[in-house]
């Protein structure tokens, strides 16, 4: 029929999507991630548009998002850098959640610092996956995955000076936390 075309269609590209996202993945590892592209934005819409693009993306897996987006001032970031990082930890939580999962994302002004959450309600980790979890080829749970996911997150929050912390329950769910230098 028509719709099982569409349907196998659709994960063929999904699946075509995976393999060049572990491609690029493993390149920029390789490469070092390049160089970063730091400019001055105004945070609040930034991440708006970042939210977006995420939600967008995890929609597709029936994941809803729920926003509480609170900072508007100014971040000294390379946008494109950090929508990778914060797509990397919102595809993960997606993958804890399996279907039909929520995530959040938030964002607040922590004295000098942007704090940006993404908490999920997936499956959540034991102690000694959150004390692994940014080592390279580390994976959790993962049926494919280069275990570079988290690798480069943290590789692109130290770039930013930034701070990233992890709260996680089994059963309950995750919290990434970032922490991000404020400009004043």
Partial sequence: TENAVTE???DMVQEIDRFLSMTQEILD???GLSVMN?????????????ATYIEREVSRRNIEV????RFSGNLK?????????????AVNAA???????LLRISSRRMENMAVV????????MPDEVKTKIFEPFFTYKKRYGTGLGMAIVKKIIDDHQGTIEIESKIGVGTTVKFLLPAVE
Avoid: H, W
């Avoid at 730091?38 to 970042?50: A, D, L, P, R, W």
């Avoid at 959450?117 to 959540?124: I, M, S, V, Y």
């Fill in 8 to 10: 196998f269609l659709d």
């Fill in 29 to 31: 590892y390789s490469r």
């Fill in 38 to 50: 730091i400019q001055v934005v105004n945070f609040g819409e930034t991440m708006e548009s970042m």
């Fill in 66 to 69: 729920e926003r509480d987006l």
């Fill in 77 to 89: 970031i390379d946008p494109d850098k950090l929508l990778r990082a914060f797509f990397n930890v």
């Fill in 95 to 101: 993958d804890a959640m399996g279907k039909d999962g």
């Fill in 117 to 124: 959450e993404f908490a999920d309600n997936g499956c959540g």
